[in-house]
């Protein structure tokens, strides 16, 4: 056995143990995907205007960061079984990377959080009666920031995969948020309502701010997360054949 | 004896049980992850079943790894950690190595 026969053995354990640790590769690309399709049904008229104003919609569409959980167990079991097992070596850079993502992720839905309760608190829905059917939101739609937390120290391994989850929790806030705030506004209606002031242009800017941030990063997350896809197929084949 | 020229001590001064091809292979693995899964060790050594047990076994004893026995999903599944003296053993022959070779250019 060679000195690079030797590195090759070392690399190829140290990418096959880098990529157990995450298991990501195709969900991360599903995830990305999953926001973009939501986020151009958000931009499309038809949709947020006329259908996607229902009660039920919405409260099925904020499950979806659950649905990508479930989806990516289920990817890493059946397609990232693999042969055991490997940790890697510890990283601390890139734990301290990984913490900095996952509590930006928190912080990211606190700050959405405060936002849609201050907003509720402050009576704004009393300024759009017609659409008061639709309020107050139920209780735990407004614990759902603290439920799409919960479960992150635990199931987001890789940063790819929790940059995958802030677009896809991020693509949810999309709806709750006018839920929250607006209780949607009028069907077909480019603008908002004039007594919402500076309130609704700020709020306005925010929402374009998150849909370009959604599709941005959901594309980035596509890419990588086939890229790495791309990769572990490559580490197997790299692999000496079985005798 | 000039710098770089090799004595016959020098060379029977390797450790022979780092030295072997396949517990070199397996040290190597070893020495770039936390812990490694039977099964992976396996494939990516190329080794039998057999032949990775006995090799193991040789390490294990001589303090070089340690094997970790689990059950996921009620099913077994052992696997191996470097320790720091195999670790040590490893780097040891590493350099007892890189001073045998001839240098870059040297016939």
Known sequence: ?243 | MKEGETTPKAILDLDRMVHEPARLAILTVLASAEEVAFLFLQRVTGLSKGNLSSHTQKLEAVGYLATLKAFQRRIPVTSFRITDDGRAALRLYHQQLRALLPKEGTP
């Not at chain 1, 990305?32 to 409260?59: C, K, N």
């Not at chain 1, 996952?102 to 829905?125: K, N, R």
């Not at chain 1, 759009?128 to 735990?140: G, I, K, M, T, Y």
């Not at chain 1, 370009?212 to 997360?225: E, Q, S, T």
């Open chain 1, 1 to 243: 056995m060679t000195t690079p026969d030797l590195d090759v053995l070392g690399a190829l354990t140290r990418d096959y143990a880098a990529f157990q640790s995450r298991k990501s590769g195709l969900a991360t690309a599903l995830g990305g995907l999953m926001a973009i399709l939501l986020a151009l049904a958000a931009l499309s008229p038809d949709l947020m205007g006329a259908r996607v104003t229902g009660r039920l919609l919405v409260e099925y569409l904020v499950w979806m960061p659950f649905l990508w959980l479930a989806l990516k167990w289920g990817v890493g079991r059946v397609l990232y079984r693999g042969l055991g097992p490997v940790k890697p070596s510890p990283d601390a850079a890139y734990e301290r990377r990984r913490w900095f993502w996952i509590q930006g992720l928190a912080l990211f839905l606190l700050a959405f959080l405060l936002a849609g309760l201050y907003a509720f608190a402050s009576g704004l829905m009393q300024v759009n009666p017609s659409r008061a059917a639709l309020c107050p939101p139920p209780l735990w739609m407004l614990l759902m920031p603290f439920l799409y937390l919960l479960p992150a120290p635990w199931v987001l391994r890789g940063i790819e995969e929790a940059r995958a989850y802030v677009v896809l929790v991020g693509q949810c806030m999309l709806w709750l948020v006018p839920f929250f705030l607006l209780s949607f506004w009028p069907p077909r209606s480019a603008s908002l309502p004039a007594d919402w002031g500076r309130f609704g242009d700020l709020s306005g800017i925010g929402m374009v701010g998150l849909i370009l941030l959604i599709l941005v990063w959901g594309a980035l997350a596509m890419i990588r997360g086939w890229r790495e896809h791309h990769q572990y197929l490559a580490i197997l084949r790299a692999l000496p054949r079985e005798s």
